[in-house]
């Protein structure tokens, strides 16, 4: 426990946030277009929201282009839903948006909100990018008693296969550190929540040439968040890449994986 606790701080202190924030603000104009799993994510994440639960104050973390939070402000029209986005330029192409939701900016690790606001904590691939406790100790604070935290999130294995070429090319950091499923469900069976469900999912993606997955991460925001040199993309590099991912072509094409949970928590 000691050393997974050790190497999970490591992980946390190389992302970047200045760095994160940056790429969802350039990607705020093309991110909707190229969401298609982010889409079926977040659909099925919204099920785990009980039928009848019927919140007043509702708030969605790394609410993005805001598409989620405005599905949230229609299925919920009595209630008040807020989305909340470290990215600028997310907040911005959001509050383009007419809609009754209202947006903030801020830390989904720090929010700035009073203890006790909140009845529904929605986030659907976002908490990702944060350490899991944390996100945990917020949500809890900032939410009413009996309220519910309901969310989507990627762990370890996401991206095993680009991060897996890439190793072969050099020994920088590509891809973005997941927490591993089983260190999760270890630190939600601590959190305090009550946990109504944790499931995880795996969804493999797949495209025709490196060069195509690598522009639809670009659009997606996704690029690394590690705050150490990774050297500039060149043609030597990506034809490196290209040839290190040949070998997991499959019939489909070249996979992407993806392991994705999917939470239900009440307080
Ligand atoms: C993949 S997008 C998902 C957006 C939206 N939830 C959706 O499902 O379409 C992730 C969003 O989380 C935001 N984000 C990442 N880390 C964050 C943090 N620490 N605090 C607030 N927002 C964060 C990013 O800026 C980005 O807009």
New binding site residues.
Partial sequence: MQSKLRDRDALYKTVD?QR??AN?SRAAET?DCA?AL??RV?ARAMLGIPAGFQPERVL??????G??TVILNNTFSDAHVTG????MG?LKFSRSRKTEASWCA????SLPFKDASFDLVF????IQ??EFETVLAEVKRVLKPDGLFVFSSLVKGTMAELNHAWQQVDSHVHINGFEPFGLQQQTASLSGFQVNSLKLQHETLHYPSVVTLLRELKA???NTVHSAHQGLMNRTRLQKLEEAYENARTEMGLPLSYQVIYGTFSK
């Fill in positions: 946030k994160v924030a969802f991110y969401a982010q889409k977040a969605d973390l790394g609410s993005g282009t598409s989620q909340v986005d470290l990215a997310m801020g830390d989904i690790e986030s659907s691939l976002a990018w944060c997606l925001g996704v």
